[in-house]
Nanobody, 124 residues
Framework: QVQLVESGGGLVQAGGSLNLSCAAS????????MAWFRQAPGKEREFVAG????????VYADSVKGRFTISRDNAKNMVYLQMNSLRPEDTYVYYC?????????????????WGQGTQVTVSS
């Protein structure tokens, strides 16, 4: 069983940066992948970035490539999302997800564990 807790959201001006953190308890094994998704009210959860816990291989949504970076710290059981050059359209609740598989997938139904979410608001 994996439990996830996100932090680091907030209000930032366009062009600014935020670093989201996801603390994973239950010690995800090398067979897991971790991902960040985001969701607006009444909309589906949208894939942002994913990383394999074992080899660190990353996958990004086209909308965030070159601006966002996902990383992990195996020793601390932490996953991060560094978000640079933020835009008002990046305003969402951001969720950390975990999947018991080595392959990163972009569908939210592929992830069985979720955090409570953290709000990111980018003002213009």
């Amino acid at each position: 069983q994996v439990q996830l807790v996100e932090s680091g959201g907030g209000l930032v001006q366009a062009g600014g940066s935020l670093n989201l953190s996801c603390a994973a308890s239950g010690r995800p094994s090398s067979g897991y992948t971790m991902a960040w998704f985001r969701q607006a009210p009444g909309k589906e959860r949208e894939f942002v970035a994913g990383i394999s816990w074992s080899d660190g291989k990353t996958v990004y949504a086209d909308s965030v490539k070159g601006r966002f970076t996902i990383s992990r710290d195996n020793a601390k059981n932490m996953v991060y999302l560094q978000m640079n050059s933020l835009r008002p359209e990046d305003t969402y609740v951001y969720y950390c997800g975990a999947r018991r598989d080595r392959i990163v997938v972009s569908r939210s139904t592929g992830y069985g564990y979720w955090g409570q979410g953290t709000q990111v608001t980018v003002s213009s």
